[in-house]
Nanobody, 126 residues
């Protein structure tokens, strides 16, 4: 059975760090682009970062997180990570990972990716 499971969310103070994990089962992540999205209450889903399946060096980031977030993948563990540093209250959202054919942060529809995780809450607050 195919699953994507996010973990690592939580409550953190501004300026703090969190590392999110996206663990895949039932399919190999090395054949898929893996993207992170987030959605805050009342806002549209926003692309955060993406890791290309063919070239691990090809990673994209939203302007709002560039320089603070780092995406990486461990194909042996079938897991993708999102290291988030210097967190800001504006980063508060539910974070989702998705696997599919695209590595374009503007493509964020449910049907645009083959698999989605259930999401993990990140709250940045003092």
């Amino acid at each position: 059975q195919v699953h994507l499971v996010e973990s690592g969310g939580g409550l953190v103070q501004p300026g703090g760090s969190l590392t999110l994990s996206c663990a895949a089962s039932g399919f190999p992540i090395n054949r898929y682009n893996i993207a992170w999205f987030r959605q805050a209450p009342g806002k549209k889903r926003e692309g955060v970062s993406c890791s290309d399946s063919s070239y691990d060096s090809i990673r994209s980031y939203a302007t709002s997180v560039k320089g603070r977030f780092t995406i990486s993948r461990d194909n042996a563990k079938n897991t993708v990570f999102l290291q988030m540093n210097s967190l800001e209250p504006e980063d508060t959202a539910v974070y989702y990972c998705a696997a599919g054919p695209y590595c374009a942060l503007t493509i964020a529809g449910d049907d645009d990716y083959d698999y989605w995780g259930q999401g993990t809450q990140v709250t940045v607050s003092s």
